[in-house]
């Protein structure tokens, strides 16, 4: 979608005798954007930031993609990015091999990717600007080099098709499936930017030059860059390396266009793995006076977005009938001028009849009353506060803000505009917006003749398709009934529930302090058993972070996992008793008090961060939170939608999957779903009980905040000093248990085997040991790519995982890749003597110890990084000792005890691995 705040239509100028309107010209470039083009049509677009110095971020746009394959190029735009990195321009080397000599890492320092519309290719050189020629030559090489040769495809064939192998799943799917019914008609649904297998193996080399012959011309390029450059410096460098490239005619773009007709087509999205559950209708247009850049084209969006948020505002007010869990809208933009607008009704069971008649019926209900002068004013209102919002930020673009702005650009073919000039211009014509602009453009999208009936029905439930004909026959009797106009905004009244905060109570005192001067900490320990540790500066933007944890995990003895979640979920719902819950809920939202709640084994844990004056209600909010009672209605509706979803659960593929892996690891299931029966039975009362228990643990509150003694001292004292405590709680961190294991699980419905491997190592927590492990993990990364991809070409997707938990004091590795069932033997031999024979050298300790101190550096100067390290010392040692040794930590990146450490990092004795294999109907389906 594109972005909201733009130029829109200007002011007229009154002459002394008549009116003159002014051109209608696209909003001008921001002056820190040099841009332009090559002699032979290259776009670069370029600007100077020099917040990290010495960095480079380079993007080469291709505006080329799947959509754009001939009939029989299928697959071919995606695999021409791929052998891009083969071609050698004329010497003995492939681009890819001279970027791995210069120690660059792919994945970190180079990439790319393609989709339907285009493909991009992404340096970021480790040196920064210093290797701006080389970056600069080898984006070049990879867009006009073309000397791949046949052994190239055929050595990268292989790795194409475990990267289509590794895509496929219940997502890619169902997502096909939309696809195909969303954009009927059109070439996108035979044109994955994966391609198919059968297209992967056929491609030839010719179809690959063709495409890129035809594609791959300076003039329909794009290259953006962002850094710690001199302009001119580097537009030199930029016509040395791409200046010779030869442009051409660039193909027309009609193949990106949705194909309109004027009929209603009904389509059925189901997969026995999927939950999805909705109808859904999809009204398809060519708009194109909302693209571009120009006053006028930027008015027509603002009304676009404005009807747009009118409607689901609109949708959500009315009343849902039995059967409806949501009514939601949603608009998506192709190609240059096709538009898609979706209006859908999610299902409860089977209940699709229900939706579609409720779904249907809010359809005509829009279009028969439009919107009111009120829904005018609250979307205007909501506009005009972004553009206030905007004018008032005084803050330069971040570095990656201006690399999301450029490549928004190229993307979308648009200027990148200064930001407060486009805000006036947009809070200049918000007022010439009226109640009639919103309601043609909804009665426009509406009255489209080419819609789309999406209905999905949840795993392999038996739900009847409607016809065309019936769909057609109801919408015209709707036409004929006059429906009553939606429920509007109520407006507000004294008697409306207002919340009343209690009173706070009598402070409780603050029982010791102790101060680290050198690190501007502070302890306080609270009357209730309770402790504060204070880091005496701001958090990320001028906010305050404040983060509640105690032991209430839900790895606790006699109750269930399930149950321990819920009781901590719904409590964050929950107030006090009797206090109004929907009151609770508004003056939260008001406040911005919300509460961010994370769950783990054996720890439950609160974030909360704001700007300093919203302290006192974050604290109430916390404080009420740990005093709730399960609300009883929250409970109801919540305790229904999980039998819903329970009683209707499609084949679990991925929960038997999980379910088995941690029964490998822990030798039980602690995560189990609750069963039916156990949830019927389930009442308000178990779950406040149960969260009574929870909410007695007592509490360490870490805050990172320039606050006064004080202040502070009054908040605290009055607001969490007060709340009842009572014991810790014996929650259990998971311990993967000793020996190898294996198990095999023949579920899958793709073609392909998924391996998960673990394996531990006990060691003791530090900084040091845990950088180590850190750096050495991104050494294991790229090993086993070279090996399972580059060598064996036997994967695509791999993961590997490995930290040094500081809770467990383990060492804690895993292993993923997903491949041809017929080679998983030999894949995961191959990755057991890679890891086994890890052995770090010189000449890669000093690249990564170089890239070490730069984002060391960064991360001594990020607040939530040392917000992150105040809490590890602290669970550690009870004291920030991190905060002061943190800038040592690249010392610790020697080479012998990097080596020493690469031997622990995936020991065989304790690995244990699980394989997903094809099921028998899969096999039989692949043959």
Partial sequence: MNKLIAGLLGPMLLGACATVTEPDAPLPWDAQVVHGQLANGLAYRLVRETSQPGRLDLRLTVKAGSVDEADDQVGVAHLVEHLAFHGRAGGEQ??????????????????????????????????????????????????????????????????????????????????????????????????????????????????????????????????????????????????????????????????????????????????????????AMLFRSHEPDSRGTTRAALRERLIDRMTLAAMLDSLRRQPLQAGVRSLIVQKTLIGAHSTVLGIAAGVEGQAHDQALEQLLTEVERLRQHGFSGTDLQHEREHIRALGDKTLANQASRTFEQWVEQLNNAAVQGNAVTERHATAARYLDVLGSITRDDLNDRLRRWLASPDRVLQLSAAGSATVALPSVAQVEAHQAKLAATALPAPVQVAAATPSAPRLEMPAAPPAAAIVERKAFPEQHVEHWHLGNGDRLVWLKRNGPEGKWLLQAESSAGYHLAGTPAWRLQMAAQLAMHSGLPGMDQQALATWRQEQRATLGFDQQPQRLQLNLGAA???????????????????????????????????????????????????????????????????????????????????????????????????????????????????????????????????????????????????????????????????????????????????????????????????????????????????????????????????????????NERAEFQRQESKRREDPQTQFKRLILSDRRWHDPRYLQTQAQLPEALNLPALQQQAKQLFPRANQVQLRVLPSPAALEQAL
């Fill in 94 to 279: 492939n681009v890819r091999q001279r970027m791995t000599d210069l120690g660059w890492v792919q994945g970190r320092h180079f990439n790319a990717v393609t989709n339907y519309e285009r493909t991009q290719y992404l340096i970021g050189p480790p040196a920064g600007v210093r290797q701006a020629p080389q970056a600069l030559q080898a984006l070049a090489d990879l867009a006009f080099a073309r000397d791949y040769n046949a052994q190239d495809l055929e050595r990268e064939r292989p790795i194409v098709i475990e990267e289509w192998r590794g895509g496929l799943g219940v997502a890619q799917r169902m997502n096909e499936q939309r696809t195909a019914s969303q954009r009927v008609g059109s070439r996108y649904p035979e044109h994955r930017t994966i391609g198919n297998e059968g297209a992967i193996r056929a491609a030839t080399l010719q179809n690959l030059q063709a495409f890129q012959n035809r594609w791959y011309l300076p003039n329909n390029m794009v290259l953006s860059a962002v850094g710690d450059f001199d302009p001119q410096v580097l537009l030199v460098q930029i016509e040395q390396a791409f200046g010779a490239a030869r442009p051409g005619s660039v193909p027309s773009r009609e193949q990106r266009e949705l194909p309109l007709d004027k009929k209603l087509k009904v389509f059925r999205l189901q997969d026995s793995q999927s939950g999805s559950n909705q109808v």
């Fill in 612 to 846: 300093p004056e919203q302290l006192p209600a974050l604290m109430q909010s916390y404080r009420v939170s740990q005093l709730a009672s399960i609300d009883p209605e929250v409970f109801s509706t919540t305790r229904d939608v999980l039998l819903q979803r329970l009683r209707s659960r499609p084949d679990d593929v991925r929960g038997l999957q999980d379910s088995r892996q941690r029964v490998l690891k822990y030798g039980v299931d602690h995560w189990r779903s609750p069963d039916i029966d156990a949830l019927e039975q389930l009442t308000a009362e178990q779950l406040s009980a149960d969260w009574k228990r929870l909410a007695g643990a007592p509490v360490t509150y870490y805050l990172m905040a320039e606050a006064t003694p004080e202040s502070l001292e009054k908040l605290v004292g009055e607001l969490l000093a007060t709340i009842p405590r009572t014991a810790p709680l014996a929650s259990q961190q998971a311990l993967q248990l000793p020996g190898r294991r294996r198990d095999d699980l023949a579920i899958a419905l793709e073609p392909r085997a998924v391996l998960q491997a673990s394996s531990y190592q006990p060691q003791a927590w530090s900084p040091e040991a845990a950088a180590r492990v850190a750096v050495l993990r991104d050494l294991a990364n790229q090993r086993l790519k070279a090996q399972l991809r580059g060598e064996a070409a036997g994967v695509y997707r791999l993961r590997f995982e490995s930290e040094l938990n500081a809770d467990t004091q383990r060492i804690e590795s895993s292993l993923s890749f997903t491949c041809d069932p017929a080679r998983v033997d030999e894949l995961w031999a191959l990755a057991q003597q890679t890891l086994a024979e890890l052995h770090p050298d010189a000449q890669w300790l000093r």
